[in-house]
């Protein structure tokens, strides 16, 4: 479920321009305590970096536009603001970052509470802490990764600056180490590790305790031409226990079989037996695991 819940406010535009209302109790899901408003931000100064245990608000950026980051502990969204005929519901127990403000910004805030110091939480690791409730099973995710809307399995690790589009699957237990793109559409199996610097594009499937070495290739376009699609992405699964070495290149449409082993640098451009060891390019088999060696 999105952490994106936008408030439509009431408005009414005639000759004389545009009025726009925000009553609690219609539009405003609580009893507005409180107003306050951000103006004349720095574009290069992010604000927030704060959950509230209760405050529930409502952000309009009334003139202007800039960015808000939710975080529930589990995924991250960014949001634009740039429409004062709705505004954005903050809930409790939601960490906010607001950026990339324009410099005629006029962040408009209406508030549950007044102030009270004792319901922020200004630390990132006490709020993720907080936000398992119990729950030690819940996925870490880096306050620096950029999660869409996704499944992500408990006990799962996603690590600084990985980018995860709409609609991946990632299993539970995984490892998704620092800079990796996960596209939409891939689905991660369980106990998967992918080291850094790998882009697991639309069409690949890991299955489960797969490895993947820091910098693999996949690549799911067999002909590539600049902004021409193909109507379909190649399929390329990595089936279960399979590990492919550092810097190894895995063409489209090809199978790496069960408990596989693909040496570093090797470029895959066929099918892999199961249990099978390949190295070079083409990649060749270089010898067979046996079943208690795999
Ligand atoms: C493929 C691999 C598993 C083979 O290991 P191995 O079965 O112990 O094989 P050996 O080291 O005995 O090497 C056998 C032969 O293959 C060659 N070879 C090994 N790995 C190779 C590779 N990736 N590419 C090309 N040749 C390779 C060796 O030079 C050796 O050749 P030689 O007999 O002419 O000297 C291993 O070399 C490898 O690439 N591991 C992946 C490491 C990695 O990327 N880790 C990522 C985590 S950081």
Redesign the pocket.
Known sequence: MSLVRWIDLKSLTDARGQLCVAEAGAQVPFTIRRVYYLCDPQPDEPRGFHAHKALEQVAICVAGACSFVLDDGRKRENVRLDDPTRGLYVGPMLWREMHDFTPDCVLLVLASAIYDEADYIRDYGEFIEATKNGNEDAPFIHQLADVREVTIGARSRIWQFVVILDKAVIGSDCNICAHVLIEGGTIIGDRVTI?SGVQVWDGVTLENDV?I??NVTFANDPFPRSRQKPSAYSRTIVKSGA??????TILPGVTVGANA??????LVSRNVPDGA????NPARV??TLSAESE
């Not at 590990?243 to 190894?248: F, K, T, V």
């Open positions: 080291k490895f070495g820091p590990s492919i070495g550092a810097n190894a082993m693909v040496g570093a640098g090797s060891v390949v190295i070079g270089l010898r």
